[in-house]
C-alpha cells in the first residue's frame, strides 16, 4: 500500500499552530483535494468540529488527542504516524439529520454526529410532544428538554442526562428527556436506527425552544424532526489498541 497523502488540522488552542507546523515539517501537507486522510490534533470538541467542516471531503478522520477531552481520539506521538493510519481500524457512522421549523415560518436543517436536542429558552418548563414514524408516544413532555442521540454521542450530553449507553454497532438510536417532570415515570427509549422522531413543541410562544445540532443552535422552533441520515457516512480511524467501541464498551462499567 502506498504511503497516505495527510492533510493535518489542529485546534487553535496555544501550541496548535507550532505543532501543526511539526508534523507538516514530518510528513509533508497535503492539499485537501489531493489528501487520503485528515489527522485532527486537539480534543472532542475540536473533532466534531473538524468532522462538520470537512464532512463534504469524505475522507477519513485521525483524531490525536492534545486536549482535554479524546473520547474521539487516539494518543498523540509524532513518530511512525504514516505505519499507524495504514494499520488503523475504520468505524463508519451516520449523522443524524435535523429539520426544524420556527415561529417565523422558517425552514432549516443541519448535521448532527453526536445528538440533537431541544431545550427550553426560559424559566418556563417546556411542553413537547413526541412522535415516533408519525405515530404520538408521548402526548406531553414538560421537561428541561429532550434529545437525540446516536451510538457515538451516547456517551457524551446523552450519558449526563442519565440515557443509556449504546455499542456502536447496534444500529440504535438513545431517545432521553432532560429533567422531566411529567410522565414521571418515563426515563426515554431506545429506538431503532431507521425511526424517525419528531418534536412538536406545545404553546411554543409561552414556553419557547431551541433546538440544536452538536453546536448548530436554532432558537424559536416550533417543531423538530430527526433521523439517521444514511446517505452519509463518516469514516474515523482508530489504532487497533484504542478502539471507539471498546472505549464505549468500558463506559458502562466505570
Known sequence: MSEPRIHFVSSPAPGGEKRLARMASLYGQSPLEEADVIVAMGGDGFMLRTLHR???AQLPVYGMKTGNVGFLMNLFREKELRERLQEATEVSLHPLRMAVETESGNHATSLAINEVSLLRQTNQAAHIRILINDTVKVAELVCDGVLLSTAAGSTAYNLSAHGPILPLGTDAL???PI???????WNGAVLPGSARVRFEIIHPYKRSVSATADAHEIRNVTSVEAFEDRSMAIKLLFDPDHSLEERILNEQFL
Open 179 to 185: 429533567s422531566p417532570f411529567r410522565p414521571r415515570r
Open 54 to 56: 470537512f464532512i463534504e
Open 174 to 176: 438513545a431517545l432521553t
